[in-house]
Protein backbone atom coordinates (compact mmCIF):
# COMPACT_ATOMS: atom_id res chain seq x y z
CA UNK A 1 0.00 0.00 0.00
CA UNK A 2 3.04 2.35 0.71
CA UNK A 3 4.00 2.26 -2.73
CA UNK A 4 0.66 2.90 -4.31
CA UNK A 5 0.31 6.06 -2.05
CA UNK A 6 3.91 6.83 -3.02
CA UNK A 7 3.16 6.52 -6.45
CA UNK A 8 0.05 8.63 -6.16
CA UNK A 9 2.24 11.32 -4.93
CA UNK A 10 5.00 10.91 -7.55
CA UNK A 11 1.82 11.36 -9.94
CA UNK A 12 0.22 14.49 -8.21
CA UNK A 13 3.64 15.96 -8.12
CA UNK A 14 4.62 15.60 -11.49
CA UNK A 15 1.35 16.76 -12.56
CA UNK A 16 1.78 19.89 -10.61
CA UNK A 17 5.07 20.30 -12.62
CA UNK A 18 4.19 19.81 -15.92
CA UNK A 19 1.36 22.42 -15.28
CA UNK A 20 4.13 24.61 -14.03
CA UNK A 21 6.29 24.09 -16.74
CA UNK A 22 4.56 25.74 -20.07
CA UNK A 23 4.14 29.37 -19.68
CA UNK A 24 3.76 32.04 -22.10
CA UNK A 25 4.91 30.09 -25.52
CA UNK A 26 6.18 32.60 -28.45
CA UNK A 27 4.05 31.84 -31.97
CA UNK A 28 7.02 30.63 -33.60
CA UNK A 29 7.71 28.22 -31.47
CA UNK A 30 4.48 26.13 -30.75
CA UNK A 31 4.96 23.81 -33.57
CA UNK A 32 8.14 22.89 -32.32
CA UNK A 33 7.17 22.61 -28.93
CA UNK A 34 4.08 20.22 -29.78
CA UNK A 35 6.66 17.87 -31.70
CA UNK A 36 9.10 18.04 -28.62
CA UNK A 37 6.48 17.35 -26.40
CA UNK A 38 5.35 14.76 -28.35
CA UNK A 39 8.72 13.18 -28.52
CA UNK A 40 8.91 13.24 -24.74
CA UNK A 41 5.16 11.16 -23.99
CA UNK A 42 7.68 8.59 -26.17
CA UNK A 43 8.89 8.01 -22.01
CA UNK A 44 6.89 4.70 -22.93
CA UNK A 45 9.88 2.89 -23.94
CA UNK A 46 10.58 2.53 -20.11
CA UNK A 47 7.68 0.16 -20.01
CA UNK A 48 8.57 -1.21 -23.04
CA UNK A 49 11.67 -2.42 -21.93
CA UNK A 50 10.54 -3.60 -18.66
CA UNK A 51 7.96 -5.52 -19.97
CA UNK A 52 10.35 -7.34 -22.27
CA UNK A 53 12.91 -7.81 -19.07
CA UNK A 54 9.89 -9.69 -17.47
CA UNK A 55 9.05 -11.83 -19.93
CA UNK A 56 11.32 -14.35 -19.32
CA UNK A 57 11.38 -16.40 -22.29
CA UNK A 58 7.89 -15.95 -22.96
CA UNK A 59 7.74 -15.42 -26.42
CA UNK A 60 4.45 -13.81 -26.86
CA UNK A 61 5.16 -11.42 -24.69
CA UNK A 62 8.74 -10.80 -25.98
CA UNK A 63 7.05 -10.22 -29.18
CA UNK A 64 4.48 -7.70 -27.91
CA UNK A 65 7.05 -6.18 -25.71
CA UNK A 66 10.11 -5.75 -28.56
CA UNK A 67 6.66 -4.55 -30.96
CA UNK A 68 5.92 -1.70 -27.97
CA UNK A 69 9.37 -0.45 -28.11
CA UNK A 70 9.40 -0.18 -31.46
CA UNK A 71 6.56 1.53 -31.75
CA UNK A 72 7.45 3.95 -28.49
CA UNK A 73 11.70 4.67 -30.22
CA UNK A 74 9.87 5.71 -33.40
CA UNK A 75 7.97 8.52 -31.33
CA UNK A 76 11.23 9.24 -29.53
CA UNK A 77 13.80 9.01 -31.88
CA UNK A 78 11.78 10.40 -34.99
CA UNK A 79 9.96 13.38 -33.05
CA UNK A 80 13.27 14.53 -31.23
CA UNK A 81 15.15 14.30 -34.87
CA UNK A 82 12.07 16.28 -36.82
CA UNK A 83 11.92 18.77 -33.76
CA UNK A 84 15.44 19.66 -34.01
CA UNK A 85 15.18 19.82 -37.97
CA UNK A 86 12.81 22.30 -37.47
CA UNK A 87 14.77 24.55 -34.62
CA UNK A 88 17.72 24.13 -36.36
CA UNK A 89 16.17 26.38 -39.23
CA UNK A 90 15.74 28.96 -36.23
CA UNK A 91 19.17 29.13 -35.07
CA UNK A 92 21.36 29.24 -38.44
CA UNK A 93 19.04 32.43 -38.89
CA UNK A 94 19.63 33.66 -35.20
CA UNK A 95 23.73 33.23 -35.92
CA UNK A 96 23.71 34.99 -39.29
CA UNK A 97 22.49 37.85 -37.89
CA UNK B 1 27.59 -3.84 -4.65
CA UNK B 2 24.48 -4.29 -5.40
CA UNK B 3 23.37 -1.50 -3.47
CA UNK B 4 25.82 1.19 -4.88
CA UNK B 5 24.57 -0.02 -8.40
CA UNK B 6 20.37 0.80 -7.58
CA UNK B 7 22.02 3.65 -5.73
CA UNK B 8 23.46 4.79 -9.08
CA UNK B 9 20.37 3.94 -10.70
CA UNK B 10 17.96 6.00 -8.48
CA UNK B 11 20.75 8.52 -9.36
CA UNK B 12 20.28 8.59 -12.70
CA UNK B 13 16.94 8.70 -12.94
CA UNK B 14 16.85 11.53 -10.79
CA UNK B 15 18.91 13.48 -13.19
CA UNK B 16 16.64 12.30 -16.07
CA UNK B 17 13.39 13.82 -14.31
CA UNK B 18 15.50 17.14 -13.58
CA UNK B 19 16.83 17.56 -17.22
CA UNK B 20 13.57 16.48 -18.91
CA UNK B 21 12.01 19.29 -16.73
CA UNK B 22 14.42 21.22 -18.01
CA UNK B 23 13.92 20.34 -21.45
CA UNK B 24 10.50 21.66 -20.98
CA UNK B 25 10.82 24.38 -20.01
CA UNK B 26 13.43 25.73 -22.63
CA UNK B 27 11.19 24.48 -25.78
CA UNK B 28 9.48 27.58 -24.89
CA UNK B 29 11.97 30.08 -25.33
CA UNK B 30 13.51 30.51 -28.91
CA UNK B 31 17.00 31.02 -27.32
CA UNK B 32 16.79 27.82 -25.58
CA UNK B 33 14.96 26.01 -27.46
CA UNK B 34 17.06 23.83 -29.31
CA UNK B 35 19.31 22.97 -26.72
CA UNK B 36 16.33 22.45 -24.58
CA UNK B 37 15.62 19.80 -27.13
CA UNK B 38 19.23 17.93 -26.91
CA UNK B 39 18.82 17.90 -23.17
CA UNK B 40 15.34 16.37 -23.29
CA UNK B 41 16.16 13.70 -25.86
CA UNK B 42 19.52 13.27 -23.50
CA UNK B 43 16.91 13.04 -20.39
CA UNK B 44 15.37 9.76 -22.18
CA UNK B 45 18.39 8.56 -22.77
CA UNK B 46 19.72 8.57 -18.73
CA UNK B 47 16.20 7.28 -18.31
CA UNK B 48 16.47 4.35 -20.44
CA UNK B 49 20.17 3.74 -19.32
CA UNK B 50 19.35 4.11 -15.43
CA UNK B 51 16.45 1.66 -16.03
CA UNK B 52 18.56 -0.99 -17.95
CA UNK B 53 20.81 -0.77 -15.01
CA UNK B 54 18.32 -1.57 -12.64
CA UNK B 55 17.08 -4.28 -14.28
CA UNK B 56 20.31 -5.93 -16.16
CA UNK B 57 18.14 -7.71 -18.70
CA UNK B 58 19.60 -11.56 -19.99
CA UNK B 59 20.68 -12.28 -23.47
CA UNK B 60 17.25 -13.09 -25.17
CA UNK B 61 16.06 -9.67 -23.18
CA UNK B 62 18.53 -7.83 -25.15
CA UNK B 63 18.22 -9.68 -28.24
CA UNK B 64 14.53 -8.43 -28.09
CA UNK B 65 15.55 -5.04 -27.22
CA UNK B 66 17.88 -5.17 -30.20
CA UNK B 67 15.20 -6.01 -32.35
CA UNK B 68 12.73 -3.40 -31.08
CA UNK B 69 15.71 -0.68 -31.04
CA UNK B 70 16.74 -1.25 -34.70
CA UNK B 71 13.08 -1.23 -36.03
CA UNK B 72 11.61 2.09 -34.46
CA UNK B 73 14.54 3.95 -34.11
CA UNK B 74 15.53 3.43 -38.28
CA UNK B 75 12.00 4.18 -38.81
CA UNK B 76 12.17 7.36 -36.82
CA UNK B 77 15.72 8.35 -38.09
CA UNK B 78 14.26 7.79 -42.04
CA UNK B 79 10.99 9.05 -41.45
CA UNK B 80 12.50 12.65 -39.55
CA UNK B 81 15.67 12.98 -41.91
CA UNK B 82 12.71 12.61 -45.15
CA UNK B 83 9.46 14.29 -43.91
CA UNK B 84 8.87 17.92 -45.66
CA UNK B 85 8.61 20.57 -43.15
CA UNK B 86 4.56 21.47 -45.04
CA UNK B 87 3.48 17.43 -43.78
CA UNK B 88 4.87 18.39 -39.58
CA UNK B 89 1.28 18.40 -38.60
CA UNK B 90 0.55 14.95 -39.63
CA UNK B 91 4.29 13.60 -38.75
CA UNK B 92 3.21 14.82 -35.05
CA UNK B 93 0.10 13.06 -35.42
CA UNK B 94 1.35 9.62 -36.67
CA UNK B 95 4.46 9.74 -33.89
CA UNK B 96 1.97 10.35 -31.19
CA UNK B 97 -0.46 7.53 -31.89
CA UNK B 98 2.46 5.31 -32.15
CA UNK B 99 3.10 6.66 -28.72
CA UNK B 100 -0.28 5.65 -27.57
CA UNK B 101 0.61 2.79 -29.74
CA UNK B 102 3.04 1.64 -27.63
CA UNK B 103 1.16 2.18 -24.16
CA UNK B 104 -1.50 0.11 -25.09
CA UNK B 105 0.42 -3.07 -26.36
CA UNK B 106 2.11 -2.85 -23.15
CA UNK B 107 -0.71 -3.15 -20.89
CA UNK B 108 -2.14 -6.27 -23.41
CA UNK B 109 1.10 -8.09 -22.67
CA UNK B 110 0.71 -7.44 -19.15
CA UNK B 111 -3.12 -8.21 -19.31
CA UNK B 112 -3.02 -11.28 -21.22
CA UNK B 113 0.09 -13.22 -19.84
CA UNK B 114 1.71 -11.45 -17.18
CA UNK B 115 -1.60 -10.80 -14.68
CA UNK B 116 -1.07 -13.53 -12.12
CA UNK B 117 0.09 -11.47 -9.51
CA UNK B 118 -0.87 -7.85 -10.41
CA UNK B 119 -2.95 -6.28 -7.72
CA UNK B 120 -6.06 -4.23 -8.11
CA UNK B 121 -4.06 -1.41 -8.38
CA UNK B 122 -2.27 -2.96 -11.19
CA UNK B 123 -5.30 -3.92 -12.69
CA UNK B 124 -6.90 -0.87 -12.57
CA UNK B 125 -3.73 0.77 -14.24
CA UNK B 126 -4.14 -1.85 -16.90
CA UNK B 127 -7.77 -0.46 -17.83
CA UNK B 128 -6.84 2.70 -18.05
CA UNK B 129 -3.46 2.10 -20.29
CA UNK B 130 -5.42 0.38 -22.70
CA UNK B 131 -8.30 3.15 -22.68
CA UNK B 132 -6.38 5.98 -23.29
CA UNK B 133 -3.59 4.32 -25.08
CA UNK B 134 -6.00 3.00 -27.73
CA UNK B 135 -7.84 6.36 -27.90
CA UNK B 136 -4.55 8.32 -28.78
CA UNK B 137 -3.48 5.95 -31.05
CA UNK B 138 -7.10 5.45 -33.37
CA UNK B 139 -7.56 9.34 -32.32
CA UNK B 140 -4.10 10.36 -33.69
CA UNK B 141 -4.30 8.20 -36.88
CA UNK B 142 -7.57 9.32 -37.76
CA UNK B 143 -6.08 13.46 -37.32
CA UNK B 144 -3.07 12.30 -39.36
CA UNK B 145 -5.03 11.02 -42.06
CA UNK B 146 -7.47 14.14 -42.08
CA UNK B 147 -4.70 16.55 -42.26
CA UNK B 148 -3.40 14.32 -45.27
CA UNK B 149 -6.41 15.05 -47.31
CA UNK B 150 -6.91 10.71 -46.94
CA UNK B 151 -10.31 11.68 -44.80
CA UNK B 152 -12.96 14.25 -45.31
CA UNK B 153 -15.26 15.47 -42.47
CA UNK B 154 -18.15 13.18 -43.62
CA UNK B 155 -21.85 14.87 -43.35
CA UNK B 156 -22.95 12.56 -41.57
CA UNK B 157 -20.63 13.04 -38.84
CA UNK B 158 -22.30 16.31 -37.86
CA UNK B 159 -25.55 15.34 -36.59
CA UNK B 160 -26.37 15.25 -33.07
CA UNK B 161 -26.58 11.29 -33.13
CA UNK B 162 -22.78 11.05 -32.70
CA UNK B 163 -23.11 12.26 -29.03
CA UNK B 164 -25.24 9.34 -28.38
CA UNK B 165 -22.83 6.93 -30.11
CA UNK B 166 -19.94 8.20 -28.65
CA UNK B 167 -21.68 8.24 -24.82
CA UNK B 168 -22.99 4.39 -25.40
CA UNK B 169 -19.33 3.48 -26.81
CA UNK B 170 -17.88 5.52 -23.14
CA UNK B 171 -20.57 3.53 -21.38
CA UNK B 172 -19.02 0.57 -23.21
CA UNK B 173 -15.69 1.32 -22.19
CA UNK B 174 -16.44 1.82 -18.29
CA UNK B 175 -18.42 -1.40 -17.77
CA UNK B 176 -15.75 -3.30 -19.77
CA UNK B 177 -13.05 -1.52 -17.51
CA UNK B 178 -14.77 -2.26 -14.09
CA UNK B 179 -15.18 -6.19 -15.37
CA UNK B 180 -11.65 -6.39 -16.64
CA UNK B 181 -10.29 -6.97 -13.19
CA UNK B 182 -11.91 -10.15 -12.79
CA UNK B 183 -10.96 -11.66 -15.93
CA UNK B 184 -7.71 -9.63 -17.25
CA UNK B 185 -7.08 -11.73 -20.27
CA UNK B 186 -10.91 -12.04 -21.02
CA UNK B 187 -13.35 -10.57 -23.34
CA UNK B 188 -13.24 -7.55 -20.45
CA UNK B 189 -10.03 -6.36 -22.43
CA UNK B 190 -11.21 -7.06 -25.97
CA UNK B 191 -14.21 -5.28 -25.57
CA UNK B 192 -12.33 -2.60 -23.65
CA UNK B 193 -9.62 -2.30 -26.53
CA UNK B 194 -12.28 -2.30 -29.63
CA UNK B 195 -14.55 0.46 -27.29
CA UNK B 196 -11.44 2.70 -27.21
CA UNK B 197 -10.19 2.42 -30.23
CA UNK B 198 -13.65 2.96 -31.74
CA UNK B 199 -14.10 5.87 -29.57
CA UNK B 200 -11.05 7.38 -30.39
CA UNK B 201 -12.18 7.83 -34.10
CA UNK B 202 -15.78 8.80 -33.00
CA UNK B 203 -14.96 11.88 -31.23
CA UNK B 204 -11.88 12.66 -33.78
CA UNK B 205 -13.86 12.45 -37.01
CA UNK B 206 -16.17 15.11 -36.89
CA UNK B 207 -13.84 17.46 -35.70
CA UNK B 208 -13.07 20.09 -38.88
CA UNK B 209 -9.78 19.58 -39.82
CA UNK B 210 -8.61 23.41 -38.96
CA UNK B 211 -9.05 22.19 -35.95
CA UNK B 212 -6.90 19.79 -35.84
CA UNK B 213 -4.04 21.20 -34.50
CA UNK B 214 -5.80 21.39 -30.72
CA UNK B 215 -6.77 17.93 -30.99
CA UNK B 216 -3.10 16.74 -31.95
CA UNK B 217 -2.09 18.66 -28.64
CA UNK B 218 -4.94 17.56 -26.74
CA UNK B 219 -3.96 13.69 -28.05
CA UNK B 220 -0.11 14.22 -26.79
CA UNK B 221 -1.63 15.01 -23.50
CA UNK B 222 -3.42 11.90 -23.69
CA UNK B 223 -0.43 10.11 -23.97
CA UNK B 224 1.59 11.32 -21.23
CA UNK B 225 -1.59 9.80 -19.34
CA UNK B 226 -1.26 6.69 -21.11
CA UNK B 227 2.71 6.75 -20.07
CA UNK B 228 2.33 7.55 -16.33
CA UNK B 229 -0.47 4.43 -16.60
CA UNK B 230 2.07 2.30 -17.80
CA UNK B 231 4.23 3.43 -15.19
CA UNK B 232 1.50 1.94 -12.67
CA UNK B 233 1.31 -1.56 -14.30
CA UNK B 234 4.79 -2.22 -14.60
CA UNK B 235 5.47 0.17 -11.43
CA UNK B 236 7.79 2.56 -12.83
CA UNK B 237 8.14 5.93 -10.89
CA UNK B 238 10.32 7.48 -13.16
CA UNK B 239 7.64 6.96 -15.66
CA UNK B 240 4.91 7.97 -13.77
CA UNK B 241 6.69 11.32 -13.18
CA UNK B 242 7.45 11.98 -16.70
CA UNK B 243 3.89 10.57 -18.11
CA UNK B 244 2.46 12.82 -15.71
CA UNK B 245 4.85 15.72 -16.48
CA UNK B 246 4.04 15.35 -20.62
CA UNK B 247 0.13 15.02 -19.71
CA UNK B 248 -0.20 18.29 -17.52
CA UNK B 249 2.20 20.04 -19.77
CA UNK B 250 -0.28 19.23 -22.73
CA UNK B 251 -2.98 20.13 -21.77
CA UNK B 252 -1.81 23.66 -20.89
CA UNK B 253 -0.01 23.21 -24.61
CA UNK B 254 -3.42 22.71 -25.38
CA UNK B 255 -5.19 25.50 -24.26
CA UNK B 256 -2.16 27.91 -25.95
CA UNK B 257 -3.35 26.61 -29.38
CA UNK B 258 -7.24 27.03 -28.48
CA UNK B 259 -6.02 30.51 -27.40
CA UNK B 260 -3.90 30.76 -30.90
CA UNK B 261 -6.93 29.91 -32.88
CA UNK B 262 -9.19 31.91 -31.09
CA UNK B 263 -11.42 28.68 -30.27
CA UNK B 264 -12.66 26.94 -27.25
CA UNK B 265 -12.12 23.39 -26.32
CA UNK B 266 -15.77 22.59 -25.58
CA UNK B 267 -16.39 23.77 -29.13
CA UNK B 268 -13.57 22.02 -30.59
CA UNK B 269 -14.32 18.45 -29.29
CA UNK B 270 -18.25 19.25 -29.25
CA UNK B 271 -18.68 21.44 -31.70
CA UNK B 272 -18.61 19.86 -34.97
CA UNK B 273 -16.59 21.70 -38.07
CA UNK B 274 -17.13 24.79 -38.63
CA UNK B 275 -19.77 25.46 -41.55
CA UNK B 276 -20.01 21.78 -42.06
CA UNK B 277 -22.99 21.19 -39.53
CA UNK B 278 -26.24 20.02 -41.13
CA UNK B 279 -24.65 17.36 -43.55
CA UNK B 280 -24.25 20.32 -45.60
CA UNK B 281 -20.54 20.39 -46.03
CA UNK B 282 -19.25 23.41 -47.60
CA UNK B 283 -15.37 23.93 -49.70
CA UNK B 284 -15.16 21.41 -52.57
CA UNK B 285 -14.43 24.07 -54.91
CA UNK B 286 -18.02 25.56 -55.29
CA UNK B 287 -17.94 28.52 -56.79
CA UNK B 288 -21.45 29.60 -56.43
CA UNK B 289 -22.17 32.78 -54.40
CA UNK B 290 -19.80 34.85 -55.93
CA UNK B 291 -21.19 37.89 -58.36
CA UNK B 292 -18.45 40.74 -58.26
CA UNK B 293 -14.91 39.10 -58.66
CA UNK B 294 -12.13 41.09 -60.64
CA UNK B 295 -9.14 38.81 -62.45
CA UNK B 296 -6.07 39.61 -63.31
CA UNK B 297 -2.94 38.29 -64.85
CA UNK B 298 0.63 37.65 -62.93
CA UNK B 299 1.50 40.83 -65.62
CA UNK B 300 -1.08 43.58 -64.00
CA UNK B 301 0.12 42.25 -60.21
CA UNK B 302 3.83 42.74 -61.31
CA UNK B 303 3.13 46.14 -62.50
CA UNK B 304 1.40 46.86 -59.84
CA UNK B 305 4.53 45.23 -57.36
CA UNK B 306 6.68 47.65 -58.90
CA UNK B 307 5.32 50.74 -58.42
CA UNK B 308 5.02 50.22 -54.60
CA UNK B 309 6.75 51.39 -52.11
CA UNK B 310 5.12 48.76 -48.81
CA UNK B 311 4.46 45.38 -50.01
CA UNK B 312 2.63 43.01 -46.90
CA UNK B 313 2.74 39.31 -48.04
CA UNK B 314 0.02 37.17 -46.14
CA UNK B 315 0.67 33.37 -46.54
CA UNK B 316 -1.15 30.54 -45.77
CA UNK B 317 -2.35 27.10 -46.34
CA UNK B 318 -1.98 27.27 -49.99
CA UNK B 319 1.69 28.52 -50.00
CA UNK B 320 2.54 25.68 -47.64
CA UNK B 321 0.71 23.27 -50.12
CA UNK B 322 2.37 24.53 -53.01
CA UNK B 323 5.70 24.25 -51.06
CA UNK B 324 6.06 27.88 -52.22
CA UNK B 325 8.05 29.35 -49.50
CA UNK B 326 11.19 29.54 -51.32
CA UNK B 327 9.76 31.32 -54.47
CA UNK B 328 8.03 34.04 -52.23
CA UNK B 329 11.62 34.25 -50.60
CA UNK B 330 13.10 35.42 -54.25
CA UNK B 331 10.09 37.89 -54.91
CA UNK B 332 10.32 39.46 -52.08
CA UNK B 333 14.64 39.66 -52.04
CA UNK B 334 14.06 40.98 -55.97
CA UNK B 335 11.23 43.85 -54.55
CA UNK B 336 14.21 43.99 -51.55
CA UNK B 337 16.23 45.27 -54.20
CA UNK B 338 14.16 47.68 -55.81
CA UNK B 339 13.43 49.97 -52.95
CA UNK B 340 10.34 48.08 -51.73
CA UNK B 341 9.37 47.62 -48.10
CA UNK B 342 8.85 44.15 -47.44
CA UNK B 343 6.64 42.07 -44.84
CA UNK B 344 5.18 39.34 -43.69
CA UNK B 345 2.06 38.84 -42.10
CA UNK B 346 1.61 36.12 -40.06
CA UNK B 347 -1.48 34.99 -38.88
CA UNK B 348 -1.07 32.63 -36.03
CA UNK B 349 -2.87 29.74 -37.38
CA UNK B 350 -1.61 30.15 -40.69
CA UNK B 351 0.09 27.21 -42.37
CA UNK B 352 -1.45 24.33 -41.11
CA UNK B 353 -0.95 24.05 -37.17
CA UNK B 354 0.09 27.58 -35.25
CA UNK B 355 3.32 28.48 -35.97
CA UNK B 356 3.75 26.39 -38.85
CA UNK B 357 4.24 29.10 -41.12
CA UNK B 358 7.04 30.46 -39.26
CA UNK B 359 8.82 27.42 -39.79
CA UNK B 360 8.52 27.10 -43.42
CA UNK B 361 9.57 30.48 -43.79
CA UNK B 362 12.35 30.16 -41.66
CA UNK B 363 13.79 27.14 -43.98
CA UNK B 364 13.43 29.67 -46.93
CA UNK B 365 15.86 31.74 -44.91
CA UNK B 366 13.55 34.53 -44.25
CA UNK B 367 14.49 37.00 -41.85
CA UNK B 368 13.09 36.65 -38.66
CA UNK B 369 12.41 40.24 -38.30
CA UNK B 370 10.40 40.16 -41.16
CA UNK B 371 7.61 38.41 -40.11
CA UNK B 372 5.27 40.07 -38.06
CA UNK B 373 2.19 39.24 -36.02
CA UNK B 374 -1.09 39.90 -36.24
CA UNK B 375 -0.97 42.67 -33.39
CA UNK B 376 1.94 44.14 -34.96
CA UNK B 377 0.68 43.93 -38.84
CA UNK B 378 -2.74 45.02 -38.58
CA UNK B 379 -2.47 48.78 -37.75
CA UNK B 380 0.20 49.13 -40.77
CA UNK B 381 -2.33 47.93 -43.47
CA UNK B 382 -4.04 51.37 -44.18
CA UNK B 383 -0.19 52.92 -45.50
CA UNK B 384 0.74 49.81 -47.51
CA UNK B 385 0.18 50.09 -50.73
CA UNK B 386 0.18 46.42 -52.32
CA UNK B 387 -1.10 43.17 -49.97
CA UNK B 388 -0.39 39.93 -51.84
CA UNK B 389 -3.00 36.70 -50.19
CA UNK B 390 -0.87 33.50 -51.37
CA UNK B 391 -3.31 30.52 -50.52
CA UNK B 392 -4.78 32.16 -47.42
CA UNK B 393 -8.60 32.67 -47.08
CA UNK B 394 -10.31 32.34 -43.80
CA UNK B 395 -8.18 34.19 -41.56
CA UNK B 396 -8.22 37.20 -44.03
CA UNK B 397 -12.18 37.65 -44.35
CA UNK B 398 -13.74 40.63 -43.49
CA UNK B 399 -16.79 39.11 -42.08
CA UNK B 400 -15.10 38.22 -39.13
CA UNK B 401 -14.92 41.87 -38.29
CA UNK B 402 -17.84 43.00 -39.45
CA UNK B 403 -21.12 40.34 -39.89
CA UNK B 404 -22.13 39.05 -36.84
CA UNK B 405 -23.80 36.45 -39.01
CA UNK B 406 -20.75 34.71 -40.03
CA UNK B 407 -19.55 31.72 -38.52
CA UNK B 408 -16.20 33.55 -38.28
CA UNK B 409 -17.27 36.11 -36.25
CA UNK B 410 -15.25 36.74 -33.71
CA UNK B 411 -12.26 35.24 -34.64
CA UNK B 412 -8.83 37.74 -35.07
CA UNK B 413 -8.24 38.30 -38.83
CA UNK B 414 -5.84 40.23 -40.63
CA UNK B 415 -7.26 43.40 -42.09
CA UNK B 416 -6.40 43.04 -45.41
CA UNK B 417 -9.09 44.86 -47.05
CA UNK B 418 -7.74 48.72 -45.34
CA UNK B 419 -4.65 48.02 -48.19
CA UNK B 420 -4.60 49.65 -50.87
CA UNK B 421 -4.82 47.12 -52.90
CA UNK B 422 -5.21 43.61 -52.69
CA UNK B 423 -4.42 40.28 -54.79
CA UNK B 424 -5.44 37.34 -53.93
CA UNK B 425 -3.77 34.29 -55.10
CA UNK B 426 -5.71 31.18 -55.36
CA UNK B 427 -6.65 27.82 -57.15
CA UNK B 428 -9.75 28.29 -57.42
CA UNK B 429 -12.72 30.00 -55.71
CA UNK B 430 -13.61 27.27 -53.48
CA UNK B 431 -14.11 27.75 -49.77
CA UNK B 432 -11.55 28.22 -46.82
CA UNK B 433 -11.99 25.28 -44.08
CA UNK B 434 -14.64 27.23 -42.91
CA UNK B 435 -16.68 26.45 -45.96
CA UNK B 436 -18.12 30.23 -46.28
CA UNK B 437 -17.53 32.72 -48.75
CA UNK B 438 -14.98 35.46 -48.47
CA UNK B 439 -15.90 38.93 -48.80
CA UNK B 440 -12.39 40.44 -49.57
CA UNK B 441 -12.73 38.33 -52.63
CA UNK B 442 -15.67 40.95 -54.26
CA UNK B 443 -14.02 44.38 -52.64
CA UNK B 444 -13.06 46.60 -55.43
CA UNK B 445 -9.66 46.77 -54.78
CA UNK B 446 -9.35 43.21 -54.89
CA UNK B 447 -8.11 41.25 -57.87
CA UNK B 448 -7.87 37.23 -57.96
CA UNK B 449 -5.00 35.88 -59.33
CA UNK B 450 -5.78 32.25 -60.43
CA UNK B 451 -3.17 29.72 -59.71
CA UNK B 452 -1.11 27.58 -57.96
CA UNK B 453 0.76 29.35 -55.74
CA UNK B 454 4.60 28.72 -56.68
CA UNK B 455 3.45 28.85 -60.15
CA UNK B 456 1.82 32.51 -59.82
CA UNK B 457 5.44 33.84 -57.81
CA UNK B 458 7.52 32.61 -60.46
CA UNK B 459 5.11 33.91 -62.78
CA UNK B 460 6.00 37.17 -60.94
CA UNK B 461 9.71 37.00 -60.62
CA UNK B 462 9.51 36.96 -64.70
CA UNK B 463 7.41 39.40 -65.17
CA UNK B 464 8.84 42.18 -62.66
CA UNK B 465 12.57 40.97 -63.96
CA UNK B 466 11.23 41.72 -67.45
CA UNK B 467 10.17 44.93 -66.16
CA UNK B 468 13.68 45.89 -65.45
CA UNK B 469 13.67 44.88 -61.42
CA UNK B 470 16.56 43.85 -59.60
CA UNK B 471 18.84 44.19 -62.89
CA UNK B 472 21.57 42.82 -61.21
CA UNK B 473 19.69 39.54 -60.54
CA UNK B 474 19.43 38.97 -64.29
CA UNK B 475 22.54 38.89 -65.19
CA UNK B 476 23.35 36.54 -62.25
Not at chain 2, 154 to 170: D, E, F, K
Not at chain 2, 217 to 239: D, I, R
Not at chain 2, 382 to 393: F, K, Q, S, Y
Request: hydrophobic share 55%; net charge negative.
Amino acid sequence: MSLLSQSLWVLLLGSLLGLELIGKVPPTLHTPLMSGANAISGITVLASLTLIQHAGDHTPLLVLGALSLGFALYNVIGGFLVTDRMLAMFRRKADSR
Amino acid sequence: MTFSMDFFAGAIDLAAVLLLALGIKGLSKVRSARGANGLAALAMGLAVLGLLIEIRPDPIAWLWIAAGTAAGGLAGLLTARRVPMTAMPETVALFNGCGGMASLLVAIGVALFDAGDADIVALVSIAVSVFVGAITFSGSIVAMAKLQGWLDTPGWTQSRLRHGVNISLAVLCLVAAVLLPGDPGGLPLWLLVGGSTLLGIGVTLPIGGADMPVVISLLNSYSGVAAAAAGFVVGSQLLIVAGAMVGAAGLILTQVMCTAMNRSLVSVLFGGALGASGGAVGGGGSEAGYTRITSCSAEECAMALEQAERVVFVPGYGLAVAQAQHSLRELAKLLEAHGVEVSYAIHPVAGRMPGHMNVLLAEADVPYEQLLEMDLVNPEFPRTDVVIVLGANDVVNPQAKNDPTSPLYGMPVLEVDQARQVFVVKRSLGAGYAGINNALFEMPQTAMVFGDAKAVLNGLLTELRSLGVGKAKVAA
